[in-house]
């Protein structure tokens, strides 16, 4: 059926058959048509006679690529005869009734059991979690609240912060904190965690002291102990950079 001229000559036929006679047209037509005709729907749905005349619908014929059977779309409006031709670009097979509420079925089985088989594995991907976020709390005290560690030499001020932003995400934030409540004092100043804040305070004080701005003896000084263990999250808040002059008068007190 590749000649040109015998694929003409098989649509007029068909065109009498279906279009002039029996008003009933084939899928397979209604693509040739689309291709050769701009507007489709001008072609094939004729308006009836006068004023504001209805589109005159036609039967579709259309072949089950599933079980072959031949159907028809009874008097298929515009916007089918418009899918068939859409079907046609998507390469979507036709399907006759029975085949199409076959495969839906089939879908629908396929789609329960693959939600019911999600819902058997809910509890283990939740125990998964809380592993993950025991074990990345766990590296985060081995790390970040272990005076033994220290931060390596190249690591930029900005990007120690980042760090233990970063690593701080999906851990105990309250076993974390209960950590450092439970530290001896003299650990944790010699943590990464507190050198870095320490650190950064000092940094965006301009490394001056926040009272009288002396450049020398400066130390990052608590300004409430409530949120102890929480300096990450509440640095700006609690924590001062001061002189040792002005230290001591907090401390004398
Ligand atoms: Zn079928
Ligand atoms: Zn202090
Ligand atoms: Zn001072």
């Known amino acids: 059926m590749n000649d040109p001229k015998q694929i003409k000559a098989s649509i007029l036929e068909r065109e009498k058959r279906y279009i002039g006679l029996t008003e009933n047209i084939s899928r397979e037509l209604i693509i040739v048509l689309a291709q050769t005709t701009p507007k489709i729907v001008g072609g094939i749905f004729k308006k009836s006679s006068g004023k504001g005349g209805q589109f005159h619908k036609h039967d579709v014929e259309i072949i089950c690529s599933i079980c072959n059977k031949h159907s028809t779309i009874e008097k298929a409006t515009i916007a089918e005869v418009q899918l068939c031709i859409q079907n046609e670009r998507d390469q979507t097979p036709d399907m006759c009734t029975e085949c199409s509420i076959k495969i839906q079925k089939e879908y629908e089985t396929r789609m329960k059991l693959k939600e019911q088989q999600w819902e058997k594995e809910q509890p283990k991907r939740e125990q998964e979690h809380l ?97 102890h263990g929480k300096e990450l999250s509440y640095w700006k808040e609690d924590l001062i950079c001061l002189c040792n002059v002005c230290h001591k008068k907090f401390h004398n007190k």
């Open 131 to 227: 592993l993950h976020i025991e074990k990345r709390t766990d590296d985060f005290i081995k790390i970040y609240l272990n005076p033994k560690m220290s931060w390596n030499k190249g690591t930029k001020q900005y990007h120690r912060l980042q760090e233990l932003y970063r690593s701080s995400v999906s851990t105990k934030q309250e076993q974390i904190t209960e950590y450092i409540k439970n530290m001896e004092y003299n650990d944790f100043l010699n943590t990464p965690y507190w050198i870095a804040i320490a650190m950064q305070v000092k940094y965006k004080a301009g490394f001056a002291c926040s009272l009288c701005n002396s450049l020398t003896g400066l130390a990052t000084h608590h300004k409430t102990y409530d949120r």
